[in-house]
C-alpha cells in the first residue's frame, strides 16, 4: 500500500470525484479527513472510512484553518491534500454577473489557495507533503457554459506551479490533476449530462468516465514515490485533450 502511515485530507469528499478519491487513499492505507460543505454526506464517508469528518466551506479563511487544525489535532500530522472541492456550474455567458463570477470564484480558486495555505506550515515542518489540485481538461477546451470556471481552474493550474516553486524546498511537491466530463452526482445534475456521447466520441477511449478512473492517478501523485513530479497538470481524460 502506497500511502500507509501517511494522513490525507480530501476536500469535496462527500460525493463524486472527491468521494472516488477519499476512498481509494484509503485503501492505499491513508487516515482520510473527510472535508466539506455537505456535513452530513462528509460524515457518512468519515464513517465508511474509520476516518474525520469536517464541516467546511473552503472558501472561508476561518474554515480552512479549522480544517487543517482538526486534522492535526486527530492525527498529529498533514501529509497529503487533495482539493476536490469546487463548484461546476452550467451558465450562459450572457447571464454571468459580477456576483456570480466572485461566487464561482470564491471557492474554485480562492479556496484552492485557501486550503494550500493552510496545510503547508505543518508540511514544511515536517519537510514533506503532496498537494494535488483538481483542475479539470475543460480549462484546455475552452468549455462553453463555464466561463468563470474556466477562468478559475486555469488560475488553479498558476497556483499548482506557484506552490510547486514555492515550497519545493521543504520537500513538498504540488501537482494538478485535470480530468475530463465525469459521471458525478455534480455533473449529472446539469444539462453538462447531454455531452456525455459527444465527449466519448472525441475520447480515445469509448466510454463515459467514473470517478474510479481520476482516483488512481491523484493516489500516485499523492504518494512518496511520485517525488520528483512537481508543478504539473496531468490529464486524465481518455485522450479528449492533446495538449
Ligand atoms: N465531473 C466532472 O465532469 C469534472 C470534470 C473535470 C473536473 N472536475 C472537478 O472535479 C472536482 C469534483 O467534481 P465533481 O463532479 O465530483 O463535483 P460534485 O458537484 O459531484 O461534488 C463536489 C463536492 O464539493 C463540495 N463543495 C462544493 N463547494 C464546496 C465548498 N465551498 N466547500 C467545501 N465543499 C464544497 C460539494 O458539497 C460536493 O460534495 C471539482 O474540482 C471539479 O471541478 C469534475
Known amino acids: 500500500m502506497r500511502l500507509e502511515g501517511r494522513v490525507a485530507i480530501v476536500t469535496g469528499a462527500a460525493q463524486g470525484i472527491g468521494r472516488a478519491i477519499a476512498n481509494k487513499l484509503h485503501e492505499e492505507g491513508a487516515s482520510i479527513a473527510a472535508v466539506d460543505?455537505?456535513?452530513?454526506?462528509?460524515?457518512?464517508?468519515?464513517?465508511?472510512?474509520?476516518?474525520?469528518?469536517?464541516?467546511?466551506?473552503i472558501s472561508s479563511e476561518g474554515d480552512a484553518n479549522r480544517?487543517?487544525?482538526?486534522t492535526l489535532d486527530r492525527y498529529g500530522k498533514i501529509d497529503v491534500l487533495v482539493n476536490a472541492a469546487a463548484i461546476v456550474p452550467f451558465v450562459s455567458w450572457d447571464e454571468v454577473n459580477f456576483a456570480y463570477?466572485?461566487?464561482i470564484i470564491s471557492v474554485d480558486l480562492d479556496g484552492a489557495y485557501l486550503v494550500s495555505r493552510a496545510v503547508e506550515r505543518p508540511m514544511r515542518g515536517a519537510g514533506y507533503g503532496r498537494i494535488v489540485q483538481i483542475a479539470s481538461n475543460a480549462f484546455l477546451a475552452g468549455t462553453p457554459n463555464m466561463g468563470p470556471y474556466l477562468a478559475a481552474k486555469g488560475?488553479?493550474?498558476g497556483l499548482t506551479r506557484a506552490l510547486a516553486t514555492e515550497l519545493g524546498k521543504y520537500g513538498i511537491t504540488a501537482n494538478a490533476v485535470a480530468p475530463g466530463i465525469t459521471r458525478t452526482e455534480g455533473v449529472l445534475g446539469t444539462p453538462h449530462a447531454e455531452a456525455f456521447d459527444f465527449v466519448q466520441s472525441?475520447?480515445?477511449i469509448p466510454r463515459h468516465a467514473l470517478p474510479e478512473d481520476i482516483a488512481p492517478v491523484v493516489a500516485f501523485l499523492a504518494s512518496e514515490e511520485s517525488g520528483w513530479i512537481t508543478g504539473q497538470v496531468v490529464v486524465a481524460d481518455a485522450g479528449h485533450v492533446r495538449d
Not at 460524515?43 to 466551506?57: Q, R
Not at 480544517?67 to 482538526?70: C, D, K, W
Request: glycine content about 14%; hydrophobic content about 45%.
Open 37 to 57: 460543505l455537505n456535513g452530513e454526506g462528509a460524515g457518512k464517508v468519515a464513517s465508511e472510512l474509520d476516518g474525520l469528518a469536517i464541516h467546511a466551506d
Open 67 to 70: 480544517m487543517a487544525r482538526e
Open 101 to 103: 463570477w466572485r461566487k
Open 155 to 157: 488560475g488553479v493550474v
Open 202 to 204: 472525441l475520447q480515445a
